[in-house]
């Protein structure tokens, strides 16, 4: 027996050896929670069924702290062409207490629609071409092109275990929400959106002192993101105590906790989206509300759910 152990050749023991060290250190080894959230802010989301949910719990003296308020958004969502809006059917329901003001918008690649208190409202297949072609004249600009990573909004991210959402498993990642680089990000965007003509209009710039004056308010804002096995984000929390300073309280609230969920469901799925039957010309509803003319797109109608931000990052389904 000695004579065989020694008639290998010590390389070949030494390969060995190498070998199962390697796979005993990748069986104890995580994941990098970092490197999870960068992959899953940069996949895409070409479709799902969107549910965002958005909740204020206000604290103070005023009768209207005992009544929250809320917001709801939820519809199937689907990307189309360069050239075209999206496909999508949002219901948008905004809440405090028992009452409720509801709303639905729907896009189809040349359309855009607002249903109000049962009637549909059309912008026009002309005024939607003609914001279609002046986006077009602007090239495309990337999140990353302006240094803008969603990913490192969250400091000193965390694994928490795994977690079902909408039937499909996924994995958590939470840490602490960097409200300063998040708004200052913000601010970047609208400022090459407004560079490029892109905004619907003049954007505010949110000062410095007014980062400083949310990120004293706000105490230790958290995000969970919670990402499935094809790196696309499914849920994503924000939680956000503040309080309010003495100097500007008005209505007798003192502070409160915000809470937005993002939920994505049948992601890739095959979303359906049709128009509304016989709508009423937009400029009626606009008329309602004192406003005039206009009837452009409505904002953010050529953006993904997420928000208005460009092409190539940002929140789900908007990278």
Known sequence: MPTRIAAIPRTLLLAVVAVLAIAAAGCGQEEDPAALLQAAFDTPIESATTTVTARANLRGSSPQTAQPLGLRISGPYKRNAENQLPSLDFQVSASQGPGALNARLVTVPDNAFVVFQNTAYEVGRQRVAQGLRQGQQQRKVTLAELGVKPATWVVDPQMRGESDVAGEGTT????????????????????????????????????????????????????????????????????????????????????????????????????????????????????????????????????????????????????
């Open 172 to 319: 958590q990642v939470s840490g602490r929400l960097d409200l300063a680089r998040m708004l200052r990000d913000v601010n970047r965007v609208q400022q090459e959106q407004a560079r490029r003509g892109i905004s619907p209009g003049p954007q505010q710039e949110i000062t410095e002192q007014q980062i400083a004056e949310v990120v004293r308010a706000v105490q230790q804002p958290t995000m969970d993101v919670f990402v499935a096995g094809d790196d696309t984000i499914r849920r994503l929390v924000v939680n956000a105590p503040f309080t309010v300073p003495p100097q500007q309280r008005q209505a007798g609230i003192d502070g409160g906790t915000v809470n937005v969920t993002t939920e994505l469901a049948d992601v890739g799925g095959d979303q359906e989206v049709k128009p509304p039957p016989n709508p009423r010309p937009i400029e009626e509803l606009l008329a309602q509300f004192g406003l005039g003319g206009g009837g452009g797109l409505p904002p953010g109608a050529g953006a993904p759910p997420g928000g208005g931000a460009p092409r190539g990052g940002g929140a789900p389904g908007g990278r």
